[in-house]
């Protein structure tokens, strides 16, 4: 069942700046502006976990907002990816020794995937989003695989007793 | 066997009107903006999503209410299209808003709760002029069956411009557009989140946005029934007045809602009532 | 005629012996078992005289007529030691005022004082005898327990249940008693009897707060009573021509003019009871009495003898300047209390504004008088008994478990008292969701004064009047519905009122939703067509739609047992604050903070300070302006 796949093609996104300088937060705006213009691939900005599909975030994870993004992760309805954008979300980057990092995003929750740069160019980020959706994509076979499995175990199991 | 013919054709229809209408909009924004916008039938891709997604809730009851919701604004508007009689048809609509309301109640969540909260000060706004306008209708066409109001030869436009300015202004804040869409917005960022819808994912928050697309296509035909005496005018008309809305929607910033409740409310009181009263007088004195 | 006589004779036998009555158990019995009689005679009633149009009875008229006179001397006596007792002299010379004019009626026309026909019965008096005895007697049964408990709760109220419930019953007889007699003389006493026994239950708890504003209804109310001696005093000099003190001659009468002036008087008695402005403060004073007293005497049937003067006048009214400017003080206290409610948290005083807003429409539509608004005004008059009962019971239960009657303490009352909370859903969607009884008039009033001359300003009041009452009522029902985690159900309370009247009530409300057309068909349309030679009712199509939509709102709860399973939960979005799931989060310096929601109330807008007065001071002028209309139409 459902091999429509309409997931990638209206890809919600969610940003969130964890302790980033702005610099990667600006360029993931200028992705809006007209001279990218995401929304021609039908990516809309949510700000609300809970219509997200994907969690862009930009800068290294503190101590502060550790828990925030592990909120904001489990507030996502499955399934869902993660891009970490620029060199702080993928590492903590120049702030990595600072007393009050603990490191990438990927020291708090799954990263799927990682866009290098200081700052991150808009392109880079498109290509990022556009590779997350593959992976969303797939795991929305998975999800739907595994209900199946389950629904046919429960027949199956219902069918026996 | 008309009316049941138009109430079925709207509930098949109006999702897929509804959805174009949508997509459309989006493409006309986005070209005022200088963007390309996404494709026409991204609306339906949202929506298909939306049902692909896992059924989060922060309470099971939230379902409830929205399916509620869409079944009785899908009701209130096959009645509409079936010919019904219009203050019902007003009253099923204010029905099937509070459920919603409802339903962002009874998530218990701060940014739902302001958005519910708005949306019931939303209602109170345009309540006055919806009715006033059915009123408008009723005195001018003799009915308030939407059956004899799109039936009339009378041109009720001519006799109620006011009204229909008046109107006008309330389905902005129906449309849910700019400067009026305190209780939720299309727009991306907003200043409690998604406000009323904050707490609806998935299939639930798919409902919410068939049901809308299934109230502006009554909206619409709402509009249709001031120029009902000539469908060609009637449908330009229809067009033009959705053009101005998005127009709107694009030029304007969001207003508080002390501003969105004394709009509607002086819509209604001046452009609304000011017309009704000179009609009537002109009828006490024609009769 | 037997059962007329025995409606209002009964609960006089009842209520004496309820004073030798101590036991809670005992008294229990009595009252659910006369309860049961009362209930089971008017049915018996609508049954012996639904088909049958308006019949009258000679009945016995000498002794009876005495005797009213003589009690009405000895309450006028009480009013006075009362008044000196709390040294509140204005009452002492209203009461002196009123027996000085009825001594003056009953010696200088003598002659004029004779009703053919003293009682009479007809389909909007069944209409009333039955909200009377049925919802009345049900709200006696559960003031039983309720008194019980609050005695309970409020140890230092000294316990006079004996005298509560003696008057409580007496009150019914004397309701009874209103809403059959044909003689005015006869109305008019039992009008003072609902008077005294309002202001005797609202000071129950003889606080100085409970106090005053008993004095504060009894002088309204005596101002009211005033205007209906000077009426009668009107209609017995001009006798001849008007029709003297008899009820039908009166409406009967041909030279409408003369009419108009006792009607104009016995309307404005009409408005102080139904509290419209500027007489809206007593009723909000009353909410200090038990609950129970709020739900028989300030929402479902003492008032309603006020709306029901104003009903019966409204065929003199129809189409007079006099009845327009009544049905505007209607109008106008419709829109302003709908407005005011919006800013009040206290539930008692919600429903207060609500009765006041609804008792007005009502004025409105027997105002302006035509066929369509009676219709409209009885339907009314029916659907708000029946639901408003139900919510000033349930707010009284409530308060009991929750300990507050404020409406942000209702939150989440459907988690902690879910049977409650389904039974106050229902009472509020009755009040003015769209399949529901209110709705329906209110429907039928705005395509009645469409046809109207000037009936704009009816519709533009009843546009935004409505739009406001959505407000009010949809965010107490979010109070509700909001599932609020980790709190306590406390429907098993320790204090168990009995829930059965409850249930019943909850029962008749979507009753009277389904039933609806026959209760029209049956009663309201034949009295109206009996008036006024058309009747009114809703188009066959629009009931199917009704009743499709009220089914459809019963089977889709249903839909719960579909979400049960599958659905993955998570708490509320909180800004990306982890939070628990009942809305704690960890706040700066290291405290644990408490999200709180509460509802607008906008009271810089729709305060009672911003719209109480320029209310007032437009009703009281309309009021002075019906006399003025009804002396120049003489």
Not at chain 3, 136 to 141: E, F, K, P, T, Y
Request: net charge neutral.
């Amino acid at each position: 069942m459902s091999t429509m796949a309409f997931l990638k093609r209206s890809p919600w996104i969610l940003h969130y700046d964890a302790s980033s300088c702005n610099g990667c937060d600006i360029e993931v705006l200028a992705c809006l502006t007209p001279l990218y213009d995401v929304e021609r691939f039908g990516i809309i900005n949510t700000g609300n976990p809970k219509h997200a599909d994907i969690l862009l975030i930009t800068g290294g994870i503190n101590e502060l907002n550790k828990a925030v993004v592990r909120n904001l992760y489990e507030q996502m309805p499955e399934p869902k990816v993660v891009v970490a954008i620029g060199a702080c979300a993928a590492t903590g980057g120049i702030f990595r020794e600072c007393y009050n990092i603990t490191g990438g995003v990927d020291k708090v929750i799954p990263v799927d995937v990682y866009v290098p740069g200081c700052a991150a160019r808009p392109e880079q980020i498109i290509d990022g989003v556009v590779t997350a959706l593959g992976i969303l994509e797939e795991k929305r076979m998975k999800m739907s695989g595994a209900a199946q499995t389950k629904e046919e175990t429960r027949h199956a199991v219902g069918e026996s007793t | 066997m008309n009316w049941l013919i138009g109430a079925v054709l709207f509930l098949i229809l109006a999702p897929v009107a509804g959805g174009l209408i949508a997509g459309i909009d989006r493409k006309i924004t986005a070209r005022m903006q200088g963007r390309v916008g996404p494709p026409l039938l991204q609306p339906f891709y949202d929506v298909g999503k939306l049902f692909e997604k896992e059924n989060v809730v922060v309470t099971t009851a939230q379902n409830f209410y929205v399916l509620v919701y869409l079944i009785f604004i899908a009701l209130s508007g096959a009645l509409f299209f079936a010919g019904g009689d219009l203050l019902l048809i007003v009253f099923a609509f204010t029905l099937a808003h509070v459920f919603l309301v409802l339903g962002a109640y009874a998530v218990h969540s701060p940014y739902s709760h302001i958005g519910a909260e708005r949306e019931l000060i939303q209602l109170m706004a345009y309540e006055p002029m919806v009715i006033l306008a059915a009123v408008g209708l009723y005195m001018v066409t003799n009915s308030f069956y939407v059956a004899d109001i799109a039936a009339t030869t009378v041109p009720a436009i001519l006799y109620l411009p006011g009204v229909f300015l008046g109107f006008a202004t309330i389905l902005t804040i129906k449309l849910r557009k700019s400067p009026f869409d305190i209780s939720t917005s299309h727009h991306a960022h907003q200043e409690i989140v998604k406000g009323i819808t904050t707490e609806f994912s998935g299939s639930t928050l798919a409902q919410v946005e068939i049901a809308h697309w299934y109230e502006n296509v009554f909206l619409l035909g709402f509009v249709y029934l001031f120029f009902s005496w000539n469908p060609v005018i009637g449908v330009v008309a229809v067009a033009i007045t959705y053009a101005a809305e998005i127009f709107i929607d694009n030029v304007t910033a969001r207003v508080r809602w002390q501003a969105a409740l004394k709009s509607g409310w002086l819509a209604a009181g001046i452009l609304g009532l000011g017309n009704l009263a000179i009609l009537s007088y002109m009828m006490l004195g024609g009769a | 005629m037997q059962t007329l006589l025995f409606l209002i004779l009964f609960p006089i036998l009842v209520a004496c012996l309820l004073l030798f009555v101590k036991r809670t158990t005992l008294r229990y019995a009595v009252v659910a078992l006369s309860a049961l009689v009362i209930g089971g005679a008017s049915i018996y009633l609508l049954m012996q005289y639904a088909l049958e149009g308006a019949v009258y009875f000679a009945a016995p008229s000498e002794a009876a007529s005495l005797a009213m006179v003589a009690i009405e001397m000895g309450l006028a006596l009480f009013i006075v030691y009362m008044g000196a007792k709390f040294k509140n002299y204005l009452a002492i010379v209203l009461a002196v005022v009123q027996a000085a004019l009825v001594v003056y009626l009953e010696t200088t026309f003598s002659g004029n004082l004779h009703a053919v026909n003293n009682l009479f019965i007809d389909q909007f008096s069944i209409i009333m005898a039955l909200i009377i005895g049925i919802i009345g007697s049900l709200i006696a049964v559960y003031a039983v327990r309720y008194m019980e408990t609050y005695h309970r709760h409020h140890p230092e109220v000294r316990d006079r249940q004996t005298m509560f419930f003696f008057v409580t019953f007496a009150f019914l007889a004397a309701m009874f008693g209103l809403v059959f007699s044909n003689n005015l003389m006869w109305v008019f006493f039992f009008w003072e009897i609902t008077t005294i026994t309002s202001f005797l239950l609202i000071g129950y708890s003889e606080t100085e707060e409970a106090t005053k504003n008993a004095f504060l209804a009894l002088v309204m109310n005596l101002l009211g009573g005033v205007a209906f001696v000077v009426a009668l005093i009107f209609l017995a000099a001009t006798e001849p021509v008007s029709g003297g003190i008899d009820l039908a001659r009166v409406l009967a009468s041909g030279d409408a003019a003369i009419i108009l002036i006792p009607a104009a008087l016995i309307g404005f008695a009409g408005i102080t009871k139904a509290a419209l402005m500027p007489f809206s403060s007593w009723l909000l004073g009353a909410m200090v009495a038990p609950t129970p007293v709020s739900a028989l005497l300030h929402s479902s049937t003492m008032v309603k003898a006020g709306v029901y003067i104003l009903v019966r006048f409204s065929p003199v009214f129809a189409g007079t300047f006099t009845g327009f400017s009544i049905g505007l003080v209607g109008g106008v206290t419709f829109v302003v209390a709908s407005a005011i409610a919006i800013s009040q948290s206290n539930a008692k005083l919600v429903l207060a504004y609500s009765t006041i807003a609804n008792l007005g429409l009502i004025a409105a539509c027997a105002g302006v008088g035509n066929y369509m608004l009676v219709w409209a005004a009885i339907l009314l008059i029916v659907f708000h008994a029946v639901a408003k009962s139900l919510l000033f019971l349930g707010t009284g239960a409530i308060e009991h478990r929750v300990g507050s009657r404020d409406i942000e303490d209702m939150e989440g009352l459907i988690v902690r008292m879910p049977k409650m909370a389904v039974m106050m859903f229902i009472g509020i969607a009755g009040m003015f969701l769209a399949p529901f009884g209110m709705l329906i008039s209110k429907w039928a009033a705005i395509e009645a004064f469409v046809q109207v001359p000037f009936g704009l300003v009816f519709i533009a009041i009843l546009a935004y009047g409505s739009a406001v009452t959505v407000f009010f009522w949809a965010k107490w029902m979010g109070k509700l519905v909001a599932v609020t985690r980790e709190t306590e159900r406390v429907e098993k309370g320790f204090f168990e009122e009995p829930w059965a009247p409850l249930y019943i009530i909850t029962g008749l409300v979507i009753a009277t939703v389904l039933l609806f057309p026959v209760i029209s068909s049956t009663l309201i349309e034949p009295y109206v067509l009996a008036i006024y030679g058309v009747t009114a009712r809703l188009a066959q199509a629009n009931v199917g739609i009704m009743l499709l939509m009220i089914a459809l709102l019963l089977i889709l709860p249903v839909s719960f047992l579909l979400f049960r399973r599958s659905a993955k939960h998570l708490p509320a979005y909180m800004g990306g604050r982890p939070a628990t799931p009942d809305l704690h989060f960890a706040g700066s310096l290291g405290l644990t903070r408490e999200v709180q929601t509460r509802n607008y109330y906008l009271t810089e807008y729709f305060g009672e300070a911003k719209l109480f007065l320029p209310g007032a001071v437009v009703c009281t002028i309309l009021i002075l302006a019906s006399w003025v209309l009804a002396g120049v139409a003489l």
